[in-house]
């Protein structure tokens, strides 16, 4: 059966953050469809990638996977939480490899951090710094400026008004707020600027959405650690390549 609202999507899923984010509000260009107690949600162009993100029981997605990947671009792949993927790597020939990431979500918001000589909040007309402090920090960030879905930058600046650390929000919809392109400049790591500009995204896209959420790469345990401190908690996921 082919969804067609968010609401049918939020049912299907039981709203489940993750198919709530690839659902993006169903906006143009979503697909989704549920079977049984599997659902799926086509999204193109979705954090740079076409993605196929499913849930549910493993053969119920894997009837769902061969039904939606032949109507979408060769460019689509699973993305599911880690155990699922998993058994679909099984169920589904050719399939693999399978690519672990993670996913972090709360709706708890951070407590304010104390007031300092530094400034937190979102940035104006500042692209050129964000790029510089990318460039510097985080040269292979998924969320850079001028890129589609991507709303805004917060920053942190210094006293002396150099911005020392980012994060965006970025390809957030209406049921979930997403952070991305998050960086801190090298040399000034381990002093809290990173937690400090996270916390504020965080409690503000809590308020705008009710919940926050983000992926990481599985080796950045620093990030985790600083993520899991915010009140984040961490669900194992990955990626799958499935022939049609």
Do not use: K
């Amino acid at each position: 059966m082919e969804l067609t609202s968010v609401e049918d999507v939020a049912a299907a899923c039981q709203d489940d953050t993750i198919v709530m984010w690839a659902a993006q509000g169903m906006r143009d260009g979503i697909r989704a469809w549920a079977h049984g107690e599997a659902v799926a949600v086509a999204s193109p162009d979705l954090n740079r990638r076409d993605r196929l993100t499913v849930r549910g029981p493993a053969d119920q997605v894997a009837v769902l996977v061969r039904r939606a990947l032949p109507e979408l671009a060769p460019s689509y792949r699973v993305m599911a939480e880690r155990d699922l993927a998993g058994e679909l790597a099984d169920l589904l020939p050719g399939s693999g490899p399978v690519r672990p990431f993670e996913w972090m979500e709360t709706t708890t918001p951070p407590a304010p951090h104390d007031a300092g000589e530094e400034e937190t909040g979102w940035l104006l007309e500042t692209d050129a710094e964000v790029s510089a402090l990318l460039t510097e920090a985080a040269p292979s960030a998924w969320a850079v400026p001028g890129l589609p879905g991507i709303r805004r930058w917060a920053g942190v600046r210094s006293a002396e008004g150099r911005l020392v650390a980012t994060a965006a929000d970025a390809w957030s919809c209406p049921e979930v707020g997403f952070v991305a392109g998050v960086a801190t400049a090298p040399a000034l790591r381990g002093r809290g600027y990173g937690r400090r500009v996270c916390a504020f995204v965080f409690r503000s896209l809590i308020a705008t959405h009710g919940r926050v959420a983000l992926v990481v790469d599985t080796d950045n345990r620093a990030a985790i650690g600083v993520y899991e401190r915010l009140g984040m908690r961490l669900r194992p996921v990955a990626a799958l390549a499935v022939p049609v």
